[in-house]
C-alpha cells in the first residue's frame, strides 16, 4: 500500500484533498468545526482483507487536517469502499470517483454505510489475518454471527457505529490520535474482570504505526472496537426526556406524583457508577495525592475558563464565580485520584433489561489523549451526570408547545423541580452517606468546569441550546 503524494497543502495533482474537504467538513464526527483548515495529506493504512468477486475493495485512509490558526493537526479515519461501478444504493454515501494508486478509478464511498464493506470488516475479526498492516484483535468467548447485516447507527455521535444484527456493534474511531484509545482499554479491563455495567469486549482493530514527516512512530493507532451488541437497551437520555415529558403533560401534578418518575432509574444509575468507580480502582492505578494536586486540578480549570471565555465571552459576566470555585478546590489538602470516564451524560448510558450500561470510555472528544488518560477524581463523572440531569428537563422546555408561552413559568418550576429530585436521588444513591465538605468541594469546581465546557461545546455545535449551561453557570455564582 502506498501514501498518496500529498505533502504540501498546495500540491494535490489528483484533487483529492479539495474533493474530500466538504465531507470532512460537515461530518458529525469532525472536531474542528468553527476553524478553517486545509486536508494536508492522505495516506492509505491499509486494505481490509476479505474482498470478494463483485465486491467493493476496502481501505482505510487517514487524513491529516492542517488548521489556519495554526492548532495542532488531527487525523481523521476514512474507512472507504471502492466500486469500479457507481451504486445507487450508496447514493447517499458518495465521496467521489478519482484515480486510486492501489485501485484504479472508482467510485468511493464511505464504507461504514455499506454493508458489503462492513461484512470484509467482520470476516476480518471472526477470522484474523496472521500478517498485514492492520492488526485485528479478538476477546474469548463469543462467536460471531457472520451472516448478520450491517446498519449504521443514526445520530450525533462523535464516531462512526455499525450494528451487525443484534449480536455485535462495531466503533469506528474518526478522530484518531496515536497511542493507546481508553475506550478499548477500559472496556477490555472491566470485560476481563466481569463487570456488569458495560458491554463485553470482543475485539478492535489496530495499525501498528505511522510515519509522520518522514519520522517513525512507536505508537499503534487503535482505528475500531467490536463489542457486545446490547440489544434491549434504551438511551439514558431518551429515558430522562420521556419522564419530563410525562410530568409536563400532568401540569398540576409533581414529579413524585407523575407515571414515569425517574428518580429509581437515577438511584440505579447512581449505584451502576459507584460500583464501576470500585472496579476501576481495583484494576488501574488509584492514590491519594497532596495539595499540589488538588491545585494542579484547579489550574487546569482555570486554563479552560480563559480559553472558553474567548469562545464564548457570555461567559465574562460569571467568571469571578467560577474562579472561586476552582480555587476553593486548589486549596484542598489533597485529592485521590484513578481511572475514571471523563465525559459522562445520560447519552452514554443504556438502560437494558439486566440493568444499567455505561458505554465510551474515550474522555473529553475536545481534550488530547495525554490529558484523557490522567488519572482524575471520580467527582467529575458525578458531576456530569449532574450536569445531563439538569440539560434533559430544560431541553423539553425549549421544544415543549412550539415555545409558546402559556404555561412556560409552570414548566420552568416543574423543571427544576424535576432536576432536583432526580439529582438527589443519583447522588445519594451514589454515595451512600452525605458528602464530606471536601467532596461538596470538589463536586461544586468539577460541575462549573463542565458547564464551562458545556458553554463553549454549545456555541461551536448547538447555538440555540447555548442558554441552558449558561444558566446553570449563572446559579453557581447565586448560590
Ligand atoms: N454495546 C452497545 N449496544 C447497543 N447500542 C450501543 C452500544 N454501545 C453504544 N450504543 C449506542 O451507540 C451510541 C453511540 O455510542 P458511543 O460509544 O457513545 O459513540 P460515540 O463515541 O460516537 O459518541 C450510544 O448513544 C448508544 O445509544
Ligand atoms: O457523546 P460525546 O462524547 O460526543 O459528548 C459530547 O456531546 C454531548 C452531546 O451529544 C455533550 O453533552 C451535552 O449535551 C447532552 C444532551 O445532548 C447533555 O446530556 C450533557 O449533559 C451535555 O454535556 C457532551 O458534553 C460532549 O462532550
Same mark, same amino acid.
Given at each position: 500500500m502506498t501514501d498518496h503524494p500529498t505533502d504540501h497543502p498546495t500540491d494535490d495533482p489528483s484533487g483529492l484533498r479539495e474533493l474530500l474537504h466538504p465531507f470532512v467538513a460537515e461530518a458529525r464526527w469532525f472536531g474542528g468545526k468553527g476553524r478553517a %483548515?486545509?486536508?494536508?495529506?492522505?495516506?492509505?493504512?491499509?486494505?481490509?482483507?476479505?474482498?470478494?468477486?463483485?465486491?467493493?475493495?476496502?481501505?482505510?485512509?487517514?487524513?491529516?487536517v492542517t488548521f489556519e490558526d495554526g492548532g495542532e493537526d488531527e487525523y481523521y479515519q476514512l474507512p472507504l469502499a471502492f466500486y469500479a461501478e457507481p451504486?445507487?444504493?450508496?447514493?447517499?454515501?458518495?465521496?467521489?470517483?478519482?484515480?486510486?494508486?492501489?485501485?484504479?478509478?472508482?467510485?468511493?464511498?464511505?464504507?461504514?454505510?455499506?454493508?458489503?464493506?462492513?461484512?470484509?470488516?467482520?470476516?476480518?475479526?471472526?477470522?484474523?489475518?496472521?500478517?498485514?498492516?492492520?492488526?485485528?484483535?479478538?476477546?474469548?468467548?463469543?462467536?460471531?454471527?457472520?451472516?448478520?447485516?450491517?446498519?449504521? %447507527?443514526?445520530?450525533? $455521535?462523535?464516531?462512526?457505529?455499525?450494528a451487525f444484527g443484534e449480536d455485535a456493534l462495531m466503533k469506528v474511531f474518526r478522530k484518531i490520535t496515536p497511542g493507546?484509545?481508553?475506550?478499548?482499554?477500559?472496556?477490555?479491563?472491566?470485560?476481563? =474482570?466481569?463487570?456488569?455495567?458495560?458491554?463485553?469486549?470482543?475485539?478492535?482493530?489496530?495499525?501498528?504505526?505511522?510515519?509522520?514527516?518522514?519520522?517513525?512512530?512507536?505508537?499503534?493507532? $487503535?482505528? =475500531?472496537?467490536?463489542? $457486545? %451488541?446490547?440489544?434491549?437497551a434504551t438511551d439514558g437520555w431518551d429515558l430522562a426526556l420521556a419522564s419530563v415529558r410525562n410530568l409536563f403533560?400532568?401540569?398540576?401534578?409533581?414529579?413524585?406524583?407523575?407515571?414515569?418518575?425517574?428518580?429509581?432509574?437515577?438511584?440505579?444509575?447512581?449505584?451502576?457508577?459507584?460500583?464501576?468507580?470500585?472496579t476501576l480502582e481495583q484494576h488501574f492505578p488509584a492514590e491519594d495525592r497532596p495539595a499540589e494536586a488538588a491545585r494542579a486540578l484547579a489550574d487546569a480549570m482555570h486554563r479552560r475558563l480563559e480559553a472558553a471565555l474567548a469562545v464564548a465571552p457570555e461567559l465574562t459576566a460569571y467568571a469571578d464565580d467560577l474562579r472561586g470555585a476552582y480555587d476553593a478546590l486548589g486549596a484542598l489538602d489533597g485529592v485521590r485520584v484513578q481511572q475514571i470516564h471523563g465525559d459522562l451524560h445520560l447519552g452514554q448510558t443504556l438502560r437494558t433489561a439486566r440493568g444499567w450500561k455505561i458505554v465510551d470510555f474515550e474522555g473529553e472528544p475536545a481534550k488530547t489523549l495525554a490529558e484523557r488518560v490522567l488519572p482524575d477524581s471520580p467527582w467529575r463523572d458525578v458531576a456530569g451526570m449532574l450536569r445531563s440531569l439538569d440539560y434533559a428537563p430544560r431541553v423539553v422546555e425549549r421544544t415543549w408547545g412550539d415555545g409558546l408561552d402559556e404555561?412556560?413559568? $409552570?414548566?420552568?418550576?416543574?423543571?427544576?423541580?424535576?432536576?432536583?429530585?432526580?439529582?438527589?436521588?443519583?447522588?445519594t444513591a451514589y454515595a451512600g452517606r452525605d458528602l464530606t465538605a471536601d467532596e461538596e468541594t470538589l463536586l461544586a469546581a468539577y460541575v462549573a468546569d463542565k458547564a464551562v465546557y458545556e458553554t463553549v461545546y454549545e456555541t461551536r455545535n448547538r447555538p440555540t441550546w447555548v442558554a441552558i449551561p449558561l444558566e446553570a453557570v449563572a446559579r453557581i455564582g447565586a448560590s
Open positions: %483548515f486545509a486536508i494536508g495529506g492522505v495516506r492509505r493504512l491499509g486494505e481490509v482483507p476479505g474482498h470478494v468477486a463483485d465486491g467493493p475493495h476496502v481501505a482505510i485512509d487517514l487524513v491529516t451504486q445507487d444504493r450508496l447514493a447517499h454515501a458518495h465521496l467521489g470517483q478519482w484515480g486510486d494508486e492501489d485501485f484504479g478509478t472508482c467510485h468511493v464511498y464511505d464504507a461504514v454505510h455499506d454493508r458489503e464493506a462492513m461484512a470484509c470488516w467482520l470476516r476480518s475479526f471472526a477470522n484474523p489475518p496472521a500478517d498485514g498492516p492492520l492488526a485485528f484483535h479478538r476477546l474469548p468467548g463469543h462467536d460471531l454471527d457472520l451472516d448478520a447485516h450491517s446498519t449504521l %447507527f443514526s445520530g450525533e $455521535q462523535s464516531n462512526s457505529s455499525v493507546a484509545n481508553p475506550d478499548i482499554s477500559i472496556h477490555e479491563v472491566l470485560t476481563r =474482570a466481569g463487570s456488569d455495567h458495560v458491554a463485553a469486549l470482543y475485539g478492535w482493530l489496530e495499525t501498528p504505526s505511522i510515519t509522520t514527516e518522514g519520522e517513525p512512530q512507536d505508537r499503534v493507532l $487503535q482505528l =475500531a472496537m467490536l463489542q $457486545q %451488541f446490547l440489544r434491549t403533560a400532568e401540569a398540576d401534578l409533581h414529579a413524585d406524583e407523575v407515571g414515569g418518575d425517574f428518580a429509581g432509574e437515577a438511584a440505579r444509575l447512581g449505584e451502576a457508577l459507584a460500583e464501576t468507580h470500585r404555561g412556560a413559568d $409552570q414548566r420552568a418550576y416543574r423543571s427544576a423541580e424535576w432536576a432536583a429530585r432526580n439529582r438527589n436521588a443519583f447522588l
